[in-house]
């Protein structure tokens, strides 16, 4: 089965016209996905300047675009049952939206910086969780409504959980309000 083919039995908004379909992930979570990416001529960008920062490829976030019924589509789809992921349905372009992203990537504390792992989807979806209350830091984080929703998938870690900002969200049943947040955890029957 595609990847585009497993999120859309998850339910999840792969075709409309309206956003555009990112996926986040980084090198280290796939060993070949660099060479996949490059052999498979699909559009990628790292979030952070590798020029400046040598050494760091394997860590790098990693932003693509999957085109779908594409040869990497398909390669996804049976990469997907163990390869953690953030995919992301955002109104801006790549370019942007990495640009955006970058400026989460990185905080000063004092004289230290840290780098924040935004390909991985568990510390993404425990920082987004942090700013739940916070409805300026949720807005800017999702871009004022530009990004749309994201979708936390981490098979080893059993994370399988949407969420949406309030003033993008479409209702759902099961799904969980917090903040300025909704969640929507994905039964493993339904988990792309």
Request: net charge negative.
């Given at each position: ?141 999702f871009a004022d409504g530009e990004i749309e929703e ?43």
């Amino acid at each position: 089965m595609s990847f585009y083919q497993q999120l859309d039995k998850a339910g999840l908004p792969t075709r409309n016209n309206r956003t555009h379909l990112y996926v986040l992930t980084e090198t280290r979570a796939e060993r070949n996905l660099l060479a996949r990416l490059e052999f498979h001529e699909v559009v990628h960008y790292p979030l952070w300047h590798l020029d400046t920062q040598a050494g760091l490829e394997p860590y790098t976030p990693w932003l693509c675009v999957p085109e779908p019924d594409s040869d990497f589509d398909l390669w996804l789809g049976k990469a997907y049952e163990t390869m953690p992921m953030i995919v992301i349905f955002a109104r801006m372009p790549p370019d942007a939206v990495r640009r955006h992203l970058r400026h989460f990537s990185k905080f000063v504390e004092g004289t230290r910086r840290f780098f924040l792992r935004l390909g991985t989807p568990s510390a993404l979806q425990l920082y987004i969780a942090s700013i739940a209350h916070l409805p300026s830091a949720v807005s800017h984080f999702f871009a004022d409504g530009e990004i749309e929703e994201m979708y936390f998938h981490d098979p080893q870690a059993s994370l399988s959980r949407r969420v949406q900002p309030l003033f993008e969200q479409q209702r759902h049943e099961e799904a969980e309000c917090d903040g300025c947040l909704v969640w929507l955890d994905l039964p493993v029957d339904q988990e792309a």
